[in-house]
């Protein structure tokens, strides 16, 4: 039976429990396979290493421009996000600016996880009240996205004392983080692996120590519940398993983000959407729609702000138009 899209108000959470509420099975994202190899990977790391950023670079470029002919899926779904980010139909130059800040984040990534943050121009702002959160021994979620780099969060470690663990779901990018891992072992010491029995565990006893605990919750990485909100312009759906998590264990939700702004310039930001710790368990589905209504406003915002920074390379709009048995 074919569901017809779910009616959508400005400003208004959809309230269809068939759509909204329901599990699901893996999502689109979650079941395509990785491109590239190990070996090309581990190579192109001991280049960059050995020759620098500014020499292995060069190669970047091919990278991105490979991807824009050779990618065409990708492609086709990086046009639809800049049409609804940028307010016009995408050129050839969009898409390969696109890729080219994805190629970009990926090899800083490589020096970013060797602590080499010496190599960049790091503008941090909301780290103030972070700060405050944290005062007191009393850990926090940092929420990001697949919106810019999520690794140059590790800057902002080095320069206090706050430790960070990210938790992630780790076999969509296998290969990836097995090449990094080989260049740097310790990178994977401060990794949560979520889809485990004790990954809500193994958060919690983080956040009791004073941890910052990051994830990206704009992906759901398994059966979930969803709520759909409007994002530039079209509904579409959120997982709702990050902020339920967040509401369960009584911490404080940060979002993050990590924008490339090209050269070799990030700047990271800090928004404090609500402190879940205020909330009595009776308000618990009231507290999660509230605090996933202000995520999304501010995605929407910083997709704006950073359009070339968007990483999500599948139809993320595409789940209001499928089909169910």
């Known amino acids: 039976m074919r569901l017809r899209p779910a009616h959508i108000q400005p400003n208004r959470i959809v309230t269809n429990p068939a759509k909204n509420t329901a599990p699901e099975t893996a999502p689109e994202w979650l079941q395509r396979k990785e491109r590239g190899s190990v070996?090309?990977?581990?190579?192109?790391?001991?280049?960059?290493?050995?020759?620098?950023?500014r020499l292995s670079r060069i190669v970047v470029y091919g990278i991105a421009l490979y991807f824009v002919l050779a990618a065409p899926a990708a492609?086709?779904?990086?046009?639809?996000f800049l049409a609804r980010s940028l307010g016009r139909p995408a050129t050839w130059l969009d898409l390969y600016r696109n890729i080219f800040a994805f190629a970009s984040t990926i090899h800083d990534r490589i020096y970013l996880l060797n602590d080499r943050y010496d190599m960049f121009d790091i503008r941090v702002?909301?780290?103030?009240?972070?700060?405050?959160?944290?005062?007191?021994?009393?850990?926090?979620?940092?929420?990001g996205s697949h919106l810019g780099s999520f690794e140059v969060l590790r800057s902002h470690a080095r320069d206090n004392p706050y430790p960070v663990s990210i938790a992630m779901y780790p076999e969509n990018a296998r290969q990836l983080n097995n090449a990094l891992t080989a260049i740097n072992p310790k990178t994977m010491q401060d990794i949560i692996p979520l889809g485990q029995l004790d990954s809500m565990i193994a958060i919690n006893r983080k956040l009791k120590?004073?941890?910052?605990?990051?994830?990206?919750?704009?992906?759901a990485v398994g059966p979930d519940q969803h709520i759909t909100l409007p994002f530039l312009g079209a509904p579409a759906r959120f997982p709702t398993g990050p902020f339920r998590m967040a509401a369960m264990l009584k911490y404080p939700v940060f979002f993050m983000s990590g924008l490339?702004?090209?050269?070799?310039?990030?700047?990271?930001?800090?928004?404090?959407?609500?402190?879940?710790s205020e909330f009595l368990p009776a308000d618990r589905d009231a507290a999660v729609r509230d605090v996933l209504v202000k995520y999304v406003a501010a995605l929407e915002r910083h997709c704006k702000s950073a359009p070339y920074n968007w990483f999500n390379f599948f139809d993320f709009w595409k789940a209001e138009d499928s089909t169910h048995d």
């Open 39 to 53: 070996f090309l990977l581990r190579v192109m790391s001991r280049i960059s290493l050995l020759l620098g950023r």
């Open 75 to 80: 492609q086709n779904t990086a046009r639809k």
């Open 125 to 143: 702002t909301g780290a103030q009240q972070l700060h405050a959160s944290l005062a007191g021994n009393k850990g926090l979620f940092l929420f």
């Open 209 to 219: 120590e004073g941890s910052m605990v990051g994830l990206l919750a704009d992906r």
């Open 260 to 276: 490339y702004r090209d050269g070799n310039r990030y700047d990271v930001h800090f928004e404090l959407l609500s402190d879940y």
